[in-house]
């Protein structure tokens, strides 16, 4: 969510009225470059940093648009709505994890792909064979990160 220096000192004024010597324009002119601060370190993590080697994601809930909605820039539009520093991104999901109920990642971030904000989106299916108790965990973390895809990947 984008918030103006205004919307914080609407919020704060009737509180900040009450302290011994407060500058309803320093404390607005402070919150103004408290924002442009964190914007440029924000447009610097995502526009300047070069791309990372690749993401790995394993059992990941994010194609789920309940998830995907909660998502930093899920309201933005275009190329802000999503993180510009991955290189290459590697998707597991195991067969019957609950967590990751939507195994496929690429048709839900394609557009990072039209964008050209990343090289590739690879989503891989996998049996995970971690067990809890006498039951099957498909989405236990051990029972990724030993199987071979996902070593070849974490490696």
């Known amino acids: 969510m984008d918030i103006s220096a205004?919307?914080?000192?609407l919020r704060w004024r009737?509180?900040?009225?009450?302290a011994d010597g407060f500058d309803n324009r320093h404390f607005a002119a402070q919150v103004r470059q408290y924002l442009l601060d964190h914007q440029r370190i924000f447009e610097a993590m995502t526009f300047m940093l070069p791309?990372?080697?690749?993401?790995?994601?394993?059992?990941?809930?994010?194609?789920?648009?309940?998830?995907?909605?909660?998502?930093?820039?899920?309201?933005?539009?275009?190329?802000?709505?999503?993180?510009?520093?991955?290189?290459r991104w590697v998707n597991s999901t195991?067969?019957?994890?609950?967590?990751?109920?939507d195994p496929t990642l690429?048709?839900?971030?394609?557009?990072?792909?039209?964008?050209?904000?990343?090289?590739?989106?690879?989503?891989r299916q996998i049996y995970n064979l971690a067990i809890r108790g006498d039951n099957s965990n498909p989405h236990h973390g051990a029972g990724y990160l030993i199987h071979p895809q996902v070593c070849r990947e974490v490696k």
Do not use: C, F, W
Not at 6 to 9: G, N, P, R
Not at 63 to 72: A, F, I, Q
Not at 94 to 101: G, K, N, Q, R, T
Not at 108 to 117: A, C, H, T, W
């Open 6 to 9: 205004e919307q914080v000192l």
């Open 14 to 18: 009737p509180t900040l009225r009450q």
């Open 51 to 87: 791309p990372q080697t690749r993401l790995v994601t394993i059992g990941s809930p994010l194609g789920d648009e309940n998830v995907k909605s909660r998502l930093k820039g899920a309201q933005a539009r275009s190329h802000r709505k999503y993180p510009h520093n991955i290189g």
């Open 94 to 101: 195991a067969e019957d994890d609950y967590i990751s109920h």
């Open 106 to 123: 690429a048709n839900d971030y394609r557009k990072m792909l039209q964008l050209g904000l990343t090289a590739s989106i690879t989503d």
